[in-house]
Structure formats: structure tokens, C-alpha cells
């Protein structure tokens, strides 16, 4: 069945004129025709609607969004959901609307707008894994880590919990095995399921280990790992177990500076360091009540647009409150170095994210806040002796781990030796 009469025959002959054409269409141009030949032939020509849609939103030659961005997002989705339910492809073109669409509302700050439309995502996924019988939801991980920004920190433990359960049955080769796991920690640890926390991050420690001695993954990226299980474990109150683990992170770091990796390998380590830096307890700023939750566990690529451009943006306030602080630090260390060392901490993780992520010379960008934190924190050490040593030993492991990533291995070594040192777990 088709619905020409209500639109005007020279306007369809145009369009198949425009299509038909030799020579390079605008963006604008097919929309135009496809908006038309929609009305006369929906299931040859919505998906085609939809997918030009989202091309004229975006123009990729400015690296700009069209003005009219979202309504065009929007128009898309319409477009998609028109499709008859019973075609093969309705499913992936609506879903590849959504999906442009969220990410557009998120830009704008409308939140429960694209979290709709995530859960809508899931939906359309669950339904494909029905009739492909593949466990591996698409649109389970977005919407975890949407749930995750809310705060729903149980809902998404449970939402990764099913997405790592999935993933595990085909091993590292499925990819995101890894990455999804420190999702999956993140969530459990922040809903309070410390148990189930530390099982998973002794799953990703095996994981990290056995890709490591077999040759398909970094020893840098079991390093962090075992780090970071460390941390966990001493925030449960399993100190003896927090000290061997670093006993094998110094035996992966020895080997690690001796030798360097066993085999070359591209950034991607540098990438799971600063997933695995924040979550190490280094970034401890409180979100104000009502505010999304900044992410931990997660890849920035997985954030909302609006809480990645608040996370980034909060280094300004942060350079400021530490400078600020900085002089009263001086003529009152008791009343002020602590909290000093605290948000020069928090300062130093989040440039670490942001310039990760922009450039292979990052170390180069966030080295002297790694030498300053490693000099507040033995400040703070001499005026402290009771707490001030395990603060240093933090700091130190924090700038042996960026050491890691900026494949430095010597002076690594150096500083997690200084770390267990002030621990008292040196051997």
C-alpha cells in the first residue's frame, strides 16, 4: 500500500530526479527526497529517511552539529518507529537513532529524555538477542553506565553482572571483556556489594595475568590491575591480602623494568591506567546531592556528553581551590595540608583522564602534578607520622602506575619500592 495521493506528483518526480541524478547530492538534498518518496514507498525509503537524517545533523566536514541537531535527531527516530515492525532491518536503524538521539539530549542536559530513550535501546537489543539467541544484549552497557551517572548504582551492578555473564563464555577475544569487568567492579563497589567487588576484581586480575604470560596482553595492564585489587582489598579490611598482592605487582614491575614489555604493544594500557586511577580511591571529590554522578570503572568514550564536560571542566575550580589553599597550607599545615594533598590528588587524576585522552604526550602535561602531589604528601608525612605515611605511599604508587603508562619502568620501580617502604611491606 502505498500513500502518493497525499503528496504532490511533481514533488515525487523531483525527488527521483535528485536521487537519480548524476553527481554528488547534499545531506539536505536527499532528506528533502527521502521525506517525499517516504509517503510513496515507507519500506524502501524510511530507513533511508532515517539514515540521512542523522547524516545532515552532523556536518563531519566542520566537525560541527547542525543547528537544528536534535529535531533532526528526533525526525530520525519518528522515522525509524515508522518502519513496519515486520522488517528485517527495523530494528538497527531505529536503534542507530536512538542512539544519536540520547546522545544529543545528553549534550543538552536533558537527562531523563535520554535515559527514555537508552531504555528504549535495551529494549530493541533484547528483543534481536531473543531471536539471535547471543546472550550479549546490545544496549545493556549504555544503559548501565547511564543508571550508574543517576546514581541507580545497584540496578547497574546488576545490569553489568548480566553483560560480564555474557561476555565471560567467549574470553578476552569478545573485546570488551576486560573494560567491562571494571565497570562491573565499579558498580558493585559503589552499591556497596564489596564481596562481590572483590570477586570480580580478582576475576579481571586472573584475566590480566594469564593474557600477560601468554603473550596476548600487557604486563602493564596486570600491574594496574593487581594495584588496584590491592586497594580494594584494603578498603574491605583484608590488609594481609592487600600486601601480598603487592608483592606480585613489585615481582610484575621488576621484570617490567629489567626487560620492559615482552612484546610491543600499541596505547591501549595507557587507557586502562586511567580508567583504573580513578577508581583507585585518588579521585575523592563528593558529588553535590541531585548532581549526576561522575563515572568510575569506565572509559570517558562511555560517558554522557554533560557529565564529561563537567568532570573535565572541574579542573579550573579544582587549580583554583588548590592555589587558593596553598599559602594557608603553609602558615597552618595542621587546620590545612591534609585537605591540600586531598584535592591536589583529585586535580591530578582528572588531568591525567582528560590528557589520556587527547594526546600520546600526556605525560608531558600532568608529570609535574604527579612530583608535586609525591612532594605535598612527604610534607604531609612529616607533620602526620601517624596517617601521612600511607598518604605518601599512595601518591608514590599513583606516580609509579603514571611512570607505567608513560613506560618510564625504572623510575616506577623506584617509587613502588619507596610506596611498600612506607607501608612497612618492604622486603
Known sequence: MTHSGNVDQDDIVRARNVLLASGRRTPREEVDAYRVLAHVSPAAYLPLLAKALQRLSYDTGSGRPHVACLALREEAVAAARAIDPAEPARADVLYEALDACQRELYAQGRRSEGLALRAEMLAVGRAQARLSGDSRVRGLRDWAAALSEEGRFAE????????????????????????????????LDAAGRSGEALDAFATLVGLEADEAANDRGTMACHLYSLIGYAHLLDKGGRG????????????????????????????????????????????????????????????????????????????????????????????????????????HRVLTVRSAVYWEQRTHLFAERVRPLFDEGVSLAHRLSLQDPADGP?????????RSTFHTAAREFGPALDDFRQALSHLGEAT
Do not use: C
Request: charged content about 20%; aromatic content about 8%.
Open 390 to 398: 600511607r598518604t605518601l605511599a599512595g601518591m608514590l604508587i599513583d
Open 240 to 343: 594481609e591480602e592487600a600486601t601480598a598482592v603487592r608483592q606480585e605487582a613489585l615481582t610484575v614491575l621488576t621484570e617490567l623494568a629489567a626487560t620492559g614489555e615482552r612484546r610491543s604493544w600499541s596505547g591501549h594500557q595507557a587507557s586502562f591506567w586511567a580508567v583504573l586511577l580513578p577508581f583507585s580511591g585518588a579521585d575523592s571529590e563528593r558529588q553535590p546531592s541531585g548532581e549526576p554522578h561522575f563515572p568510575s570503572g569506565s572509559t570517558p568514550m562511555l560517558w554522557t556528553p554533560d557529565v564529561k564536560q563537567s568532570y573535565f571542566d572541574s579542573r579550573i575550580t579544582l587549580r583554583e581551590r588548590v592555589d587558593s589553599l596553598a599559602p594557608r597550607a603553609a602558615e597552618d599545615p595542621d587546620q590545612h595540608l591534609a585537605e591540600l594533598v586531598r584535592l
Open 156 to 187: 547497574a551492578a546488576d545490569a553489568l553482572t548480566e553483560w560480564v555473564g555474557a561476555l565471560l563464555p567467549h574470553g578476552p577475544n569478545s573485546g570488551s571483556l576486560a573494560w567491562s569487568i571494571l565497570e562491573w567492579i565499579a558498580a
